[in-house]
Nanobody, 119 residues
Framework: QVQLVESGGGLVQPGGSLRLSCAAS????????MAWYRQPPGKQRELVAV???????NYADSVKGRFTISGDNAKNTVYLQMNSLKPEDTAVYYC?????????????WGQGTQVTVSS
């Protein structure tokens, strides 16, 4: 069973930066996308950023220009660089890797890492 392990969360002041990392416990083939989601307190999980296997990225409007997603399919790792952080970015952040096999898509999730933006 593949496990995704996230790191890099923590407490940061408004305007600060954090870099989240997510690594798979073993090699994953046929990845079609890697993504970061977040779940703010009392709210539903939402997509933050996604990168396709071809390197195309897409971001939630709320983080455009501040967050950057990058990934390394060969190393099965995905990163989220977060700059100019705001209190509303406070959430548990989850990484997600999707792969396809014989026409079926599979999703792998990390356990989540807490990001708190507060002065």
């Amino acid at each position: 069973q593949v496990q995704l392990v996230e790191s890099g969360g923590g407490l940061v002041q408004p305007g600060g930066s954090l870099r989240l990392s997510c690594a798979a416990s073993r090699s994953i083939d046929s990845i079609y996308a890697m993504a970061w989601y977040r779940q703010p307190p009392g709210k539903q999980r939402e997509l933050v950023a996604v990168i396709s296997s071809g390197g195309i990225t897409n971001y939630a409007d709320s983080v455009k220009g501040r967050f950057t997603i990058s990934g390394d399919n060969a190393k099965n790792t995905v990163y989220l660089q977060m700059n100019s952080l705001k209190p509303e970015d406070t959430a548990v952040y989850y990484c997600n890797i999707g792969r396809t096999s014989w026409g079926t898509n599979y999703q792998y999730w990390g356990q989540g890492t807490q990001v708190t933006v507060s002065s």
